[in-house]
């Protein structure tokens, strides 16, 4: 009887192994609960609009029936988002850029985009070269060729801090081209907007910022956009490779996760987010927003942020920016 005993027992123990397992969070259960998407900003930025798009498009279309919630969570460049997504599990996802991985290697934050799940790559704007209306400067090479004969020669408007896509593609760009980029004058303003407002006053002598803030000034003739780091002509502006630099710097947004979710839970956004951005709403918001597609798989974004992490090392250390 006490063999007996000893037999059920034990299978009851592996019974309970079994169902323990089945109904874990990296089952076909997965999600079992409302997902937030963290948007590590205020409302109104590009995080937040990425984020909100995200959602509208996933909901509209009901690639994901679970109910989604974007959740704001602003301060440090995403410090604070972030180390708020990795205290969740993966009901939670948060929007990234290159900041998660530049944050670090400024030595602004201890986190590192490998303290995360990466889920996707999704979407780039560019960004644009542009100087006042009345500059005598013509061309993008002619810049670059003031530029190496006399670094210090020029103010170069950037925002919101040094480190940033705008300040480093452009620093890629010039170094490329042999200018000493640590000679470089730029000057910092708080956002895309004052860097617009210092270059139609005049203060500076061109600017940095994205595509998108320059294009209505620059249709109007206020300003003109010299180059953009894209990889082909864009509202009849050319890139830098239209000008002979085989260079592109995308300005991207994905999305990632908290530590250690599961292949499963991988594989349920690979299918979901791989579906999202065929739809015709993810090309509208795409349409909108001035952004191009730049999707990459989790697999894909894990390989594209390894490459991110060293081209940022270097050109942070070339820009004498490195902890």
């Known amino acids: 009887m006490k063999i007996k005993f000893k037999w059920m027992a034990l299978a009851m123990l592996l019974a309970t192994f079994i169902i323990s397992g089945c109904s874990s969070s990296g089952d076909a259960e997965y999600p079992s609960k409302n997902i937030e998407i963290i948007a590590p900003a205020t409302p109104g930025g590009g995080w937040d609009a990425t984020a909100r798009a995200i959602q509208n498009v996933l909901d509209k279309e009901g690639i994901v029936e679970q109910n989604m919630n974007v959740v704001n969570k602003p301060g440090g460049g995403g410090e604070v988002g972030w180390q708020y997504l990795k205290g969740k599990d993966a009901h939670d996802i948060s929007v990234n850029s290159s900041l998660v991985i530049a944050n670090n290697l400024l030595g602004q934050s201890e986190l590192t985009y490998e303290d995360f799940t990466p889920l996707a790559i999704l979407a780039t704007e560019w960004i644009s070269i542009a100087v006042p209306e009345k500059s005598d400067i013509e061309d993008g090479i002619d810049l670059l060729d003031r530029l190496k004969e006399d670094p210090a020669s020029l103010t170069i408007a950037v925002g919101p801090a040094l480190g940033n896509n705008d300040h480093l593609s452009f620093v890629r760009v010039a170094e490329e081209y042999g200018v000493d980029v640590s000679k470089l004058r730029f000057l910092v303003y708080e956002s895309g907007g004052d860097v617009l407002t210092a270059l139609l006053g005049g ?36 890139s830098w490779q239209d000008q002979g630099i085989d260079f592109t710097f995308p300005h991207w947004r994905g999305l990632m996760g908290p530590p250690d979710m599961t292949e499963e839970e991988i594989a349920y956004w690979d299918n979901a987010l791989s579906e999202m951005v065929e739809t015709e709403g993810w090309k509208n918001v795409l349409e909108n927003n001035g952004w191009d597609n730049y999707y990459m798989n989790s697999k894909e974004t894990k390989a594209f942020l390894d490459e991110q992490n060293e081209m940022y090392k270097e050109l942070i250390d070339k820009a004498g920016l490195g902890n």
Do not use: K, M, W
Request: zero cysteines; charged letters at 20%; hydrophobic letters at 40%.
């Open 203 to 238: 203060h500076v002598d061109l600017a940095t910022f994205s595509l998108s803030e320059s294009l209505e000034q620059n249709e109007a003739g206020n300003i003109r956009v010299l180059a953009t780091t894209a990889d082909e002509t864009i509202d009849g502006i050319p």
